[in-house]
């Protein structure tokens, strides 16, 4: 959405959109309010509400208009306040640097500044109630995950709030209420012909014989339907006579969508086929993603290249399994990532939840009345966009917006742990070389729906858990279970409620780079209303799940649209970025100068869409500031 947007679009208007009722599922009271309130106000939940999340209506109006020059920051109210380290941005990477600071000076006196309603930065959590049960699901980070193993620091972090992943996901395990259900494809008239929902089979499943007949109800073409069974289970060595190196070299060279073109010789409806199949993962289609990338993430059509698992090109992204050192341990709270931000919290503020272990946190009602008191050592400020860090005698003075006015706070050092593209506007005084560096960090763009169904009939009935869409508004969805953990409800029957997850990724195949593709996929979001989302939800689902009896008005709940226009961490990519540059020369090493008082942390600086590169950047942002005999905090 603009900036026009109005704020009074809310749940309300989003359920008319769908065409539900007002109240539904007995989700009436405090997930109904949208209307911005003081963090201290009686009720203050932000999890609960609905509507548009994410960059929500407040969250960033501020900051374009600083970017369009249209804000004055000249008078500002200096409010008497004096920290050790002001950190902008209450992200995983923020809430890290002020515990890393306090492990070294425990003494220290933080205020965490975020734009959001909410701390967690893209580590939010959507919390739903539906007929008297608690139904959780992440509105940003998903899960712990990383294509390398987590560093000690960032391992260290978890360990210190009580978090091991492995022994999570050996404890607790996701619901099997959804597991007799298959995968399916839905095809769409306009990209297909005609529409048509096809079930798949699973892995072991997925024979020739098996695949080439369940697609023969779709409408592709016999050509089409042989060159799919090909790509997915041929053997045939498509760079047969160049050596492994070659082979690797030559791939990271060509997309995806190139490879199957011109390589394998598909037929081009096989192109929108797996269009977006790396949506997920990247946030960008197959036309923009190194087939070198696919292959390392298990995409069809290798298999009879004979490589080894080695790293890919595009850095910090080599998924787990095939990296040279390989992955991380994994788990999925069943609000994503943002169970470790609470977890920070609470370590940062012990009043704000009551003590327990991590798998009490889920199910905690935070107090966020205790999040912003006077005296306490560290202070989180919700609602307040910084617009202004400039160096100040021997430290820094931070200005920020609160409701209509510009307060002004002074601090030893600042860490700006927030979307780096946005730095050469809150620091103008940095050099150009960095500026521009810092500008070349484009975040991808895209849009995470949680959908609360009051039941999963319609998905019962049709035998399937979610929808490949290749050619629809969202390119997939599909039911979350959750683990069993902190009193969030786990679906047993197709009457229990359940919640959904709907991918939309604006990325714009055509456009010369990926950054301009995810240029104009930020625009088309920010240009997008609420009731627009809402239709087509209602379309989409209504077009997939019609045959099973799905009623968009009886079976919606509840709707929380997480846009993120700025989402994730640009990572590079051999297409469009060179390779041989060395680290030291690279855009987020470049960007990520401390500048005096004012260090710099957040994945951005870690070219990684990683919760353990926000980690790793907080660490080396605060013990950046510790070293510099300049800084005094």
């Not at 992440?138 to 009580?162: K, Q």
């Not at 089409?224 to 760079?239: P, Q, S």
């Not at 005084?429 to 960090?441: N, V």
């Not at 939800?537 to 045959?547: C, E, F, W």
Request: net charge neutral.
């Amino acid at each position: 959405m603009a900036e026009r947007e109005r704020p009074e679009i809310d749940r309300r208007g989003l359920l008319k959109g769908v065409g539900c009722g007002l109240v539904a599922g007995g989700l009436a009271g405090p997930a109904a309010a949208a209307a911005p309130a003081p963090q201290e106000a009686p009720g203050y939940y932000p999890p609960e509400r609905l509507g548009m999340r994410g960059s929500h209506p407040g969250s960033f109006e501020t900051a374009h208009a600083l970017r369009d020059g249209t804000l004055r920051i000249g008078d500002a109210e200096r409010i008497g306040e004096a920290y050790d380290l002001v950190i902008v941005g209450g992200g995983i990477s923020g809430l890290a640097a002020a515990h890393f600071l306090r492990v070294e000076r425990p003494d220290a006196r933080i205020l965490i500044l975020d734009n959001h309603d909410d701390f967690g930065g893209h580590a939010k959590r959507n919390e739903f109630h539906v007929a008297g049960r608690t139904l959780l699901i992440n509105g940003g980070t998903m899960l712990i995950s990383s294509p390398r193993p987590y560093s000690a620091v960032a391992a260290g972090l978890l360990a210190t709030l009580g978090i091991n992943a492995e022994a999570l996901a050996a404890r607790y395990k996701p619901g099997g209420a959804f597991r007799a259900l298959r995968p399916a494809i839905f095809f769409d008239a306009p990209t297909f012909g005609r529409d048509a929902l096809v079930p798949m089979m699973r892995g072991a499943d997925r024979t020739p014989e098996a695949l080439a007949k369940a697609l023969a109800a779709s409408p592709l073409p016999e050509k089409a339907i042989r060159d799919i069974v090909r790509v997915e289970t041929g053997k045939e060595d498509y760079l047969a006579g160049l050596s492994q190196d070659e082979k690797r070299d030559r791939l990271s060279r060509m997309s995806y969508r190139d490879y199957l073109a011109e390589v394998v010789k598909v037929d081009p409806l096989v192109i929108a086929y797996y269009q977006c199949r790396t949506h997920g993962e990247w946030g960008i289609g197959i036309d923009g993603e190194p087939a070198l990338d696919c292959w390392g993430q298990g995409l069809p059509g290798f298999a009879g290249l004979g490589l080894d698992p080695r790293d890919t090109r595009r850095m910090g992204n080599t998924a787990a399994g095939y990296g040279a050192t390989g992955g991380s341990a994994s788990f999925h709270f069943p609000d994503g990532n943002a169970t470790i931000a609470r977890a920070l919290v609470r370590k940062l503020v012990p009043a704000v939840a009551p003590p327990g272990d991590i798998a009490a946190l889920v199910g905690a009602r935070f107090d966020y009345a205790e999040l912003d008191r006077a005296g306490q050592p560290v202070r989180i400020r919700l609602n307040s966009t910084v617009v202004n860090v400039a160096r100040k005698g021997a430290g820094a003075e931070i200005v920020y917006r609160a409701g209509d006015g510009l307060r002004a706070v002074s601090a030893r050092a600042c860490v700006l742990a927030c979307y780096n593209m946005i730095i050469p506007y809150l620091v103008p005084d940095l050099p150009d070389a960095q500026k521009a560096a810092l500008h070349q960090l484009v975040k991808v763009p895209l849009v995470y729906t949680s959908v609360a169904l009051t039941n999963w009939r319609a998905f019962a009935r049709l035998g399937i858990s979610g929808a490949e869409c290749p050619g629809s508004y969202f390119s997939s969805f599909r039911l979350t279970p959750a683990p069993d953990m902190g009193g969030a409800f786990q679906p047993a029957g197709p009457d229990d409620p359940a919640m959904l997850f709907m991918l939309r990724t604006p990325c714009k195949p055509g456009a010369p780079t990926e950054r301009d593709q995810h240029r104009a996929g930020r625009q088309e979001l920010l240009a997008t209303s609420l009731a627009t989302f809402g239709g087509h939800i209602r379309d989409q689902l209504a077009k997939v799940l019609g045959r099973g009896g799905f009623d968009a008005a009886r079976d919606i709940a509840g709707i929380a649209v997480n846009r993120w226009p700025h989402g994730y961490a640009y990572e590079y990519n051999p297409l469009y970025d060179p390779w041989d540059v060395p680290e030291a020369s690279r855009p987020h090493v470049v960007g990520r100068r401390r500048f005096g008082p004012i260090a710099i942390a957040n994945s951005d600086s870690g070219a990684a869409a990683y919760t353990d590169s926000a980690i790793d950047q907080a660490h080396r942002a605060v013990h950046e500031l510790l070293a510099a005999r300049e800084v005094r905090i």
